[in-house]
């Protein structure tokens, strides 16, 4: 694709564009999106009309943008995200009707965990995940067993910091971080209480496909007062069933 005159492609015009959306901000203007991708506005503009034009985004009575439908049917196609998605929900609702709080599935995506799925009871605790949102790898319960299970390059990066605190009891120390990840690989699941949220406590197990790398996480959020143990025991048994169809042949139509 060709460049412009600061030398970045059309195609990383449209992701910076793509980018700005977030799942707090879903809707913006042209102008909103222009200042957010660091683009002159006449290519701001231009960019997002090319895009609402292919069906990627979509404008609404006020002349916002959000994204297009055309989009998420792309996103879906063939995904492995999908299948993996397809193949854990029946698990975490097993999983959500004994823990009654919230059940969580999480992938590795861009150093970061990338939340796919959430199930949560109306009377649960608190909780700041969000569908298609990312916590990091070194405070999230999913993010330390996505990390502890990470290729060693991944693992170093992100153990040469910086790494921020979201709390107090959020592990920053490299050493400490590294003990913990091998207790981690060690013990099959996490319990990571008040890394995240002092009032809650994280619990997660690997999730593995048929070849037996780890593909996912799968936790709880509990509130701190609750004793993770039968928590541990239905992701345990959740994670090996999600294993077991993720080694079926996907259904045909």
Known sequence: MANSATGDSVLERVVRVLETFTVDRTTQTASDIGRRAHLPSSTAHRVVNELVAAGLLERDDDNRVHLGMRLWELALRGSPALRLRQ??????ERVQARVREHTQ???????SALFLERLSHPQAGANITRI???LPLHAS???????????????ERILAGPRRALTRETVTDAAALRR????????GHVVAPGSIETVSTGVAVPVRDASGDVVAALSVVLPRETAPDEAIAALVRAARGIR????SPPASH
């Not at 077991?244 to 080694?247: A, E, G, N, R, V």
């Open 244 to 247: 077991s169809d993720l080694s």
């Open 132 to 134: 298609a949102g990312r």
């Open 105 to 111: 599935l999480a992938v590795l995506e861009h150093d």
């Open 180 to 187: 913990l990840l091998a207790d981690i690989r060690r013990r």
């Open 141 to 155: 319960s999913s993010g330390l067993v996505l990390l502890a299970y990470a290729d060693p390059e991944l693992q």
């Open 87 to 92: 193949a854990a929900l029946p698990h975490m």
